[in-house]
């Protein structure tokens, strides 16, 4: 008698209520994108979950669980094998979260967006903004190659409509520190704070935009589960925590360090010195993803 528990047959279950779903989608008024390959995308992802560095997410979640994301990742017109979307357990439930490129494509995929692209703002650019219409509109922003290892003072977003309108979304250094606040650590933004910097104004301007979209309820559904996957009792759960659960192996469990030795800026007693910050190898973490990518 066939195990029912065995992978394979978890894989062919799971493969079959997603696809009998979007079929139904699709009867509703659903339509993928052209040159999309639901199957390819689902087994790129089963791959995914099957080979995480924190074991295997099909073992460790539940089969709903699995299905659910699976769907809004088909819906969305998505791949992990473009690295336009993560898998993250939080307990034994899973998640499906976006990424930059992941982010770009599905607003592309709305019938009234044209482009979509983010900028950093370095010290010393110039950038100006303007009040057209009662919206914000970019007036300015010129820059020097070599002003990329300055500190970065704001980013920005632009959504370019079919029409030629351009919807700008900006965001102060202040405000991007304060979207990452939350974040476990800052391992992530440390190391790549211009990606990190885009991704955020990205996400800020996408959450804005699509609920104004009329375009398929089922489309709008999929991408605000997927983008509620970010936050936190309706405040950001912050574009680098997500992406700091994928370093850390795809496990949701913060685990005790293990005891090191004492750092200069903690005392004889065991006290960290006010205002400082230690910062052992156990809490850094490394991308799992073939390549170091960001986004």
Known sequence: MTNQNTPAVLQKDITDTVNHKVAAMQQEGLALPQNYSPANALKSAFFAMSNAAGGNLLEKCTKESIANSL?????????????????????????????????????????????????IIYEGDQFDVEIIDGRETLKEHKTSFLNRDNPIIGAYCIIERSDGTKILTTMTKKEIDASWSQAKTKNVQNKFPQEMAKRTVLNRAAKAFVNTSDDSDLL????????????????????????????????????????????????????????????????????????????
Request: hydrophobic residues 30%; negative net charge.
């Open 71 to 119: 769907l809004d990742m088909v819906v969305q017109g998505l791949s992990p094998a473009k690295t336009q979307c993560y898998f993250v357990p939080y307990g034994n439930q899973l998640k499906m979260t976006r990424s930059y490129f992941g982010t770009q494509a599905v607003l592309k995929r709305l019938r009234d967006v044209k482009d979509v692209w983010a900028n």
């Open 220 to 295: 709008i559904d999929a991408i605000n589960n997927t983008t509620a996957n970010e936050f936190q009792n309706e405040s950001e759960r912050k574009e680098a925590e997500i992406i700091e659960e994928i370093d850390q192996n795809a496990n949701s469990e913060i685990l005790d360090p293990e005891p090191i030795e004492r750092p200069a800026n903690v005392s004889a007693d065991g006290e960290i010195q006010e205002g400082q910050y230690v910062d052992d190898q156990a809490t850094q973490t490394q991308f799992d993803l073939g390549e170091e990518d960001p986004y």
